[in-house]
């Protein structure tokens, strides 16, 4: 079976393949990142724009279409559409996408109720081509947000989420992963009942199969030879460009692999100055034994400040129980003892007990990392770990007692910028009671 083919009886039967499932990429608001990729180069992908079945069928299309009358919405009429499915031997819904490529990238030009031929994209230059391709795919995209691509309503909504999904996992993913994946992202947004979500476990698998095949015919994703699904190359470019669209880091190795070979002091400087992310990272570990890797790290932030805590802690978290060596050495260090003790615990191994106090020093330690890696308050918003709540307002309010020698700058940046009126208000008054209680201590 070819790879960019697919046979739906047999993919029927990867359905069931027992395959680790990545976890369901979500796209929030909040950044996210992505792992490095290597996109073919311009010239390659704009020769492999034309041959892409959707834009193939919409330059016939244009081809058939000549000079024609349409409808006062910009449509074929009926009898003309009929006779291009037959003549073109597509089904009508790829007919009607065909043509909605065609007039919006202006390879059909609809002018007083007649269309007429545009250029196309074998005329084009390789950045007009992509940008050709660009269109393409936001396109099938914009369908999919009015839930008229693929005839599933799951499918369509979490389309994005999907081929995000498959972008982050090289080596592609398994199919009934992907279902599993749809039915967890609709529980989440949709909650739906255990009657729909029983009918959707039976429908959904096939729907898939089907959409997969509609993927195809637009020359986002391929089946691999493991029978895995994979974005094609063009995918692999428009889904890039689409984060990068939507705020999310999806760096090229290229971009990444110049940080690979620096010591973990020019990197975590790179990370806190803003001239790398957190992408680098893992390129970064690849390259060094992890033990090694965790004991240069947190070399560097014993001898540094929050910021440098903040970004050695980061990318610790990258790093599993065979760094625990290094990291419990930390234990003896003041200001890097909680951290440790914090990963220690996530990792299930034996570590000294952390008190409320401690985890109300950590939390001031982490914003406090931003006004030294970001140095804009405004980033405090949209910190993660600073959602809006109940829990949030109490939890700045005991920020007051900490011993954290930045507790006060950090409350006065919660007061100046939080997007919550309860947290501004909770933080300054925290941040008075933080002035008071070392004006007393002082005294």
Avoid at 5 to 18: G, H, Q, S, T
Wanted: glycine share 8%; charged share 20%; net charge negative.
């Amino acid at each position: 079976m070819a790879n960019n083919v697919f046979d739906l009886a047999e993919l029927r039967k990867l359905i069931e393949e027992p395959a680790p499932a990545p976890a369901p990429v979500r796209l929030p608001r909040e950044a996210l990142t992505f792992p490095p990729v290597e996109p073919a180069t311009d010239a390659e992908l704009a020769a492999a724009v034309p041959l892409v079945p959707l834009v193939a069928d919409a330059i016939r299309l244009t081809t058939w279409t000549g000079t024609r009358e349409v409808t006062g919405e910009g449509l074929l009429g009926e009898d003309d559409a009929a006779a291009a499915a037959k003549e073109l031997a597509i089904t009508p819904a790829r007919l009607r996408l065909a043509w909605i490529v065609a007039v919006n990238t202006r390879l059909l030009q609809i002018l007083r109720g007649t269309a007429a031929r545009g250029p196309l994209p074998a005329r084009l230059p390789v950045d007009g081509t992509l940008q050709f391709w660009d269109g393409v795919v936001m396109d099938v995209l914009d369908q999919a947000e009015t839930s008229r691509l693929t005839g599933s309503r799951v499918i369509d909504g979490h389309l994005a989420e999907t081929l995000a999904t498959i972008y982050s996992v090289r080596s592609g993913v398994a199919i009934a992963n992907l279902a599993k994946g749809l039915l967890q992202s609709h529980e989440v947004a949709c909650e739906p009942g255990p009657g729909e979500l029983r009918e959707l476990s039976g429908s959904l698998p096939g729907e898939l199969l089907e959409a997969l095949s509609l993927l195809t015919y637009c020359g986002l994703v391929r089946q691999t030879g493991s029978g895995r699904i994979a974005l094609t190359p063009l995918g692999v470019w428009a889904v890039r460009r689409e984060l990068l669209r939507e705020g999310h880091e999806a760096p090229t190795l290229a971009e990444v692999e110049v940080f690979a070979d620096l010591d973990a002091e020019a990197l975590v400087g790179s990370l806190v100055s803003g001239a790398v992310t957190q992408s680098a990272v893992s390129t970064w570990l690849e390259r060094r034994p992890p033990e090694q890797a965790a004991r240069d790290l947190l070399a560097v932030a014993v001898a540094g400040g929050a910021g440098h805590r903040g970004a050695v802690g980061a990318i610790l978290e990258e790093l599993g129980p065979e760094a625990e060596a290094p990291v419990r050495e930390a234990l003896d260090q003041p200001d890097m003892w909680r951290y440790a003790a914090s990963w220690l615990h996530i990792r299930d191994l034996d570590a000294p007990p952390l008190s409320p106090g401690d985890h109300t020093w950590i939390a001031v330690d982490s914003v406090a990392a931003l006004l030294h890696i970001s140095g804009t308050p405004e980033s405090v918003g949209e910190f993660g770990a600073l959602e809006s709540g109940e829990d949030l307002v109490r939890s700045v309010g005991e920020m007051a007692a900490s011993s954290h020698p930045d507790t006060i700058p950090v409350l006065e940046l919660l007061a100046a910028s939080h997007g919550d009126p309860a947290v501004a208000k909770a933080a300054r008054k925290a941040a008075m009671k933080a002035r008071s209680l070392r004006t007393t201590k002082l005294g």
